[in-house]
Every structure is written in structure tokens, then in C-alpha cells.
């Protein structure tokens, strides 16, 4: 079974889009970059006694909400850009989303929007390893969240 859509999702740390982008050429797949806003971040963030500790200098903080979403604002153009230059002059059929939501609801939602084969690439995986097959109706936000923490390989979802 070939996959026709290939789902990354995008966060804090940066994919392989390049490797991405050639692998849906290849398969003739559409690309999906999606990005989630936490919701839960944001309500920790609202909790009076929340605090971070910055990395480089080690001083405790209140979370700031305001400046959290701007930061998610920023980081979405940033992958959006990266997006756009990784498939500059491919063939592929891409888009790019920004979601505010749990990550794993966001993604499932994603993959059962479309009713065709869809690949899903856990952080550090190798795109190209030879993928897990599930069915869609056996995936559920608990089985889902530990296939994307165990697996290193793609998830191929079939209809």
C-alpha cells in the first residue's frame, strides 16, 4: 500500500523537510506540515504558581501567556518559510496548518480528515525504513501517542 499523504508535525525542534519533500515526490503524496499551539501549555501557563526556569540563565519566571502565543506565532512563519523553501520547484502538493489543540487530537483529526493512505513521521524517525501499517479504525489518541513515542520507523495509516 502507497502512501497519497505524508503528515509531519512540527514542533520546537527542526525535521528533515528536504527528505520529506523528496520522499513525497517520490510516493506522488501530498505533504501536510502541521503545527500544534498546546492547549495544555496554555492552561498550565494560567495557573497562578506556574513558573519556568530559562535555560541559559537559570532564573525563575512567571509563564507569560501573551508572549508564549507570540512565540508560537513566530515559530509557525518560521516552519512555514522552511516549508516553503524545501518544496520550492518540487512537484509536491503541500500545505501547512496551525492548530490549537492536544497535539495527539489535532494529529488524529488530521489523519482521519482524508480517506486515503497517510503517513505519519515520529520525531527522529527514518522516513524511509519500511513503515508500520494500522488500520484507521484501530487508531485512538492512547494507541496513537504510543506508536509516535515507540516507534522509530513511519506509520503508515490506511482507510
Known amino acids: 500500500m502507497k502512501a497519497r499523504r505524508i ?3 512540527l514542533g520546537p525542534r527542526p525535521v528533515g523537510l528536504q527528505a520529506l519533500a523528496r520522499l513525497a515526490e517520490e510516493l506522488d503524496a501530498e505533504l ?3 503545527f500544534v499551539e498546546n492547549v495544555e501549555l496554555l492552561r498550565l501557563a494560567a495557573l497562578p504558581f506556574a513558573r519556568e526556569v530559562g535555560h541559559a540563565s537559570g532564573v525563575r519566571r512567571e509563564l507569560d501567556i ?4 507570540r512565540s508560537w506565532q513566530a515559530r509557525a512563519r518560521e516552519l512555514r518559510r522552511a516549508c516553503d523553501e524545501a518544496l520550492r520547484g518540487s512537484t509536491v502538493s503541500w500545505s501547512f ?6 497535539p495527539i487530537e489535532e494529529l488524529l483529526a488530521a489523519i482521519g480528515e482524508a480517506a486515503v493512505p497517510t503517513l505519519v513521521v515520529p520525531p527522529g524517525a527514518d522516513p524511509r525504513a519500511a513503515p508500520a ?10 494507541s ?4 509516535l513515542e515507540t516507534e522509530r520507523r513511519p506509520i503508515l495509516i490506511r482507510p
Not at 496548518?97 to 492536544?102: D, E, I, L, N, T
Open 97 to 102: 496548518r496551525v492548530a490549537r489543540g492536544s
Open 66 to 69: 501573551a508572549a508564549m502565543e
Open 7 to 9: 503528515i509531519v508535525r
Open 133 to 142: 501499517l494500522i488500520p484507521l479504525a484501530a487508531l485512538t489518541e492512547e
Open 32 to 34: 501536510l506540515g502541521l
Open 144 to 147: 496513537l501517542r504510543e506508536l
